[in-house]
Structure formats: structure tokens, C-alpha cells
């Protein structure tokens, strides 16, 4: 969805008089530091539509951690182009950077407005009803385990693990539930990486729906840990927002073909479900160009310092409007599944997520069974 608010960015910038130029950095901080830069008023409306409607980032992305020499490195680039907006897309990280760039430009006296742009999967960014590519991932996870549950059905006495994106929050995950449409249908377990899961639980839970259904879906996200903050022994990566693991599915599949001796399998869509494009709801697609538009739009009435934000309209239908959230109640705040949406075993979420989540990832089609 970034290349939606792209879109929206280029289109309401060529509607204000006071932006004469605008320029795209490729992989972000890293090609401002290289001074490269895209003329976006060049592209063509037809080139625009197209990378609307693609898959991750047309101008690239980037995961430079700025320090302050970056940072002064960065204002020296703009002074020398003259760039007095900037317009900064992704999620609490990001918001940081940008955070980071507005106390910057004000310590040096360079008049800079910085807004920033939501986006991201996980939906963990503060302030915003939601972020957008949250609703086209969470369809891709509910309608992959819909899909394992099928085939899980149809071949009993096997225990599936579906690993999910989300890291350390659990609406990527809590959003499998919209599989459901019957009561024995997958996922028959989700986990939730807010609420640690001792191996005990996971194996008691396992074996009670397997020996009620004679098989078993579990959805659990790719950061949960255990009651002693390890991830069950699944080998770990450092990247640039932590640790994680990398193959925790896997890890619970042989745990518990280990403990409970039953036929075990796991999956993990990975970048599949982050990129895969395919059945996306065409409302995230809109929203993401509206957060693009109404980020230049305030940018031009001076607002500087805040983060374009998705406000839900009350009642129904569902509709929303953008609103603006200072970066500081944003950056490096990661907005974890409310506890007032999880089950009181912690293990599942409640009706109230299902009825949030449902008008954003839109209808699923459910499978019939043979009477």
C-alpha cells in the first residue's frame, strides 16, 4: 500500500502552487545521503496507476539507522535542494526517523515541515484506527488458514502450525479468526505474542482439539515467546528492530510431534504474506491514497511534526476519515492487541476484534461441505 500513498502524495502535490518540484529518494535515507533523487511530477498519470496497484515499494525502502552525523548529513542535502517538505512513509521506526528529522531541522534553524505517512502490516502504530497494508495482509492470513483448515479437514490426523508476521503484536494473527464460519473450522487455536505461552499450554491445548476433531490448525505469531521470554529454541536473527526468530513453526511442529506423537506440519508464508497482492480489499488500496493526500495538504497549511492518522466514523456503514497525531505520541511506540479483545485465557481473541477487523479485510468466502 505504500505505492497507493506514493500515488496520492504526487497527485494532491501537483494541486498546490507552493510545491514546485517533487522529488522521490530511493531506499529512503539512503539515496538522500547519495543524492539521488526521482522527479515524481515526471511520471506519467498511466505509470502512476500502475505502481498504485503493485506490490511493495517502487522507490525502495530502507533500514539505515540515523544517527546525528546522518542526520546533519541529511539537512546539508536538503539545504542544497532547497526541500522544505518532507514527507516520510512507514511505521513506529519510521515515525521515529521522522520525529527525529523535525528536532533536527529545529536545533539548526532549517525551516523544514515533516509529516509522516502510515504504513505497515502489523498494524502497531499508536493513534491510527488502523495502518494501511494491515487489511490486505490480515485477508491474505485469515484466507491462507481457511485454506490449510480445508485441506486439514480433508486429510485427518494431522496438526498443522501456521506461523504468522506481526512480530511482537498480535493483529496479523488475532485476524486468522475471520477464517471461522463453522464451529470446528481452522483456526482451532491462535496464540497471541502479547501473552507468553508456556510449552505445557501449547501441547494441553494440541492434544484436547485433536482428540476432539482428530486434527488440529494453530495460528501462532512469529514472535511468541514462551513463560521465560525464549522462543522454544527456534534459532534467532538480530535484525534492525530486534531479535526474532526464524523458524518458530517449524520448531513447534517438531516440539510437539516430540511430546505428543502425532503427524505434524508447519507453515510459514513469510514475504509471501507481506508482498502477495492478490485478493487485496480495494478500501486499503483507497485509504492509503487518502493518507498520501491529506499528508501534502496539511504540509501546505504548516503543519509539520505529525503523522497523517486513520479516524474510524462512528456507526455504520463503516467509513473513515484522516485525521493528524504528533509524531511524539508515535515514534517507537508499538501498540500491542488490546487486552480487552483477547479471551480470558488470553490464547484467543474476542467478537469485538472480529466485529473492528471485519469491514477492513473485507468478506471471505467459506467453504461448503458435503451433507
Given at each position: 500500500?505504500?505505492n497507493?500513498s506514493?500515488?496520492g502524495?504526487?497527485?494532491?502535490a501537483?494541486?498546490h502552487r507552493?510545491?514546485s518540484?517533487?522529488?522521490?529518494?530511493?531506499?529512503?535515507?539512503?539515496?538522500?545521503l547519495r543524492?539521488?533523487f526521482?522527479?515524481?511530477f515526471?511520471?506519467?498519470?498511466?505509470?502512476?496507476?500502475?505502481?498504485?496497484?503493485?506490490?511493495?515499494?517502487?522507490l525502495g525502502?530502507?533500514r539505515?539507522?540515523?544517527?546525528?552525523?546522518?542526520?546533519?548529513?541529511v539537512?546539508?542535502?536538503?539545504?542544497?535542494?532547497d526541500?522544505?517538505?518532507?514527507?516520510?512513509?512507514g511505521?513506529?521506526?519510521s515515525?521515529g526517523t521522522?520525529?527525529?528529522?523535525?528536532?533536527a531541522?529545529?536545533d539548526?534553524g532549517y525551516?523544514?515541515?515533516?509529516?509522516?505517512v502510515?504504513?505497515?502490516i502489523d498494524?502497531d502504530?499508536?493513534e491510527?484506527?488502523h495502518?494501511?497494508?494491515?487489511?490486505t495482509?490480515?485477508r491474505f492470513f485469515?484466507?491462507?488458514?481457511?485454506?490449510?483448515?480445508?485441506?486439514?479437514?480433508?486429510?485427518?490426523g494431522?496438526?498443522?502450525?501456521?506461523?504468522?508476521l506481526g512480530?511482537n503484536?498480535?493483529?496479523?494473527?488475532a485476524?486468522t479468526?475471520?477464517?471461522?464460519h463453522?464451529?470446528d473450522?481452522?483456526?482451532h487455536l491462535?496464540?497471541?505474542?502479547?501473552?507468553?505461552?508456556?510449552?505445557?499450554?501449547?501441547l494441553?491445548d494440541?492434544?484436547?482439539v485433536?482428540?476432539?476433531?482428530?486434527?488440529?490448525?494453530?495460528?501462532?505469531?512469529?514472535?511468541?515467546?514462551?513463560e521465560?521470554g525464549?522462543p522454544?529454541?527456534?534459532?534467532?536473527r538480530?535484525?534492525?528492530?530486534?531479535k526474532?526468530?526464524?523458524?518458530l513453526?517449524?520448531?513447534?511442529?517438531?516440539?510437539?510431534?516430540?511430546?505428543?506423537?502425532?503427524?505434524?506440519?508447519?507453515?510459514?508464508?513469510?514475504l509471501?504474506?507481506?508482498?502477495?497482492w492478490?485478493d487485496q480489499p480495494?478500501?486499503?488500496?483507497?485509504?492509503s491514497r487518502?493518507?498520501?493526500?491529506?499528508?501534502?495538504?496539511a504540509a501546505?497549511?504548516?503543519?509539520s511534526?505529525?503523522?497523517?492518522?486513520?479516524?474510524?466514523?462512528p456507526?455504520?456503514?463503516?467509513?473513515?476519515?484522516?485525521?493528524?497525531?504528533?509524531?511524539?505520541?508515535?515514534?517507537?511506540?508499538e501498540?500491542l492487541?488490546?487486552?480487552?479483545?483477547?479471551a480470558?485465557?488470553g490464547?484467543?481473541?474476542?467478537?469485538?476484534?472480529q466485529?473492528y477487523?471485519?469491514?477492513l479485510?473485507?468478506p471471505?468466502?467459506?467453504?461448503?461441505?458435503?451433507?
Amino acid at each position: 500500500m505504500i505505492n497507493a500513498s506514493l500515488a496520492g502524495l504526487i497527485e494532491e502535490a501537483r494541486q498546490h502552487r507552493q510545491i514546485s518540484r517533487f522529488y522521490g529518494a530511493p531506499f529512503g535515507l539512503d539515496g538522500v545521503l547519495r543524492e539521488e533523487f526521482l522527479d515524481l511530477f515526471a511520471q506519467s498519470p498511466a505509470t502512476l496507476e500502475g505502481i498504485a496497484a503493485m506490490p511493495s515499494s517502487a522507490l525502495g525502502t530502507s533500514r539505515l539507522e540515523a544517527g546525528p552525523a546522518e542526520m546533519e548529513h541529511v539537512l546539508e542535502v536538503f539545504r542544497k535542494h532547497d526541500v522544505r517538505y518532507l514527507f516520510y512513509t512507514g511505521g513506529n521506526g519510521s515515525m521515529g526517523t521522522a520525529l527525529q528529522m523535525v528536532e533536527a531541522a529545529r536545533d539548526r534553524g532549517y525551516e523544514l515541515c515533516v509529516i509522516g505517512v502510515p504504513k505497515t502490516i502489523d498494524n502497531d502504530l499508536a493513534e491510527t484506527d488502523h495502518t494501511p497494508g494491515y487489511p490486505t495482509t490480515a485477508r491474505f492470513f485469515a484466507s491462507a488458514v481457511r485454506d490449510i483448515g480445508a485441506d486439514n479437514r480433508a486429510l485427518p490426523g494431522q496438526v498443522e502450525i501456521v506461523e504468522v508476521l506481526g512480530r511482537n503484536a498480535g493483529w496479523l494473527v488475532a485476524a486468522t479468526s475471520l477464517a471461522r464460519h463453522r464451529p470446528d473450522d481452522a483456526p482451532h487455536l491462535i496464540y497471541l505474542p502479547e501473552v507468553p505461552l508456556p510449552l505445557e499450554t501449547l501441547l494441553a491445548d494440541i492434544d484436547r482439539v485433536y482428540h476432539r476433531l482428530g486434527r488440529c490448525v494453530v495460528a501462532v505469531c512469529e514472535g511468541q515467546l514462551d513463560e521465560h521470554g525464549e522462543p522454544f529454541g527456534a534459532d534467532v536473527r538480530e535484525g534492525s528492530r530486534g531479535k526474532l526468530a526464524m523458524n518458530l513453526g517449524h520448531r513447534l511442529a517438531m516440539l510437539a510431534a516430540q511430546h505428543l506423537k502425532l503427524k505434524t506440519r508447519s507453515e510459514k508464508p513469510g514475504l509471501l504474506g507481506r508482498s502477495s497482492w492478490g485478493d487485496q480489499p480495494a478500501a486499503d488500496r483507497a485509504e492509503s491514497r487518502l493518507c498520501g493526500r491529506a499528508a501534502v495538504r496539511a504540509a501546505c497549511e504548516g503543519v509539520s511534526g505529525s503523522m497523517v492518522t486513520l479516524v474510524r466514523e462512528p456507526g455504520l456503514p463503516y467509513a473513515v476519515s484522516t485525521g493528524l497525531a504528533p509524531l511524539e505520541r508515535v515514534a517507537f511506540i508499538e501498540r500491542l492487541f488490546p487486552e480487552a479483545w483477547r479471551a480470558p485465557s488470553g490464547h484467543d481473541v474476542l467478537p469485538e476484534f472480529q466485529q473492528y477487523a471485519a469491514p477492513l479485510v473485507g468478506p471471505l468466502r467459506h467453504y461448503e461441505l458435503l451433507a
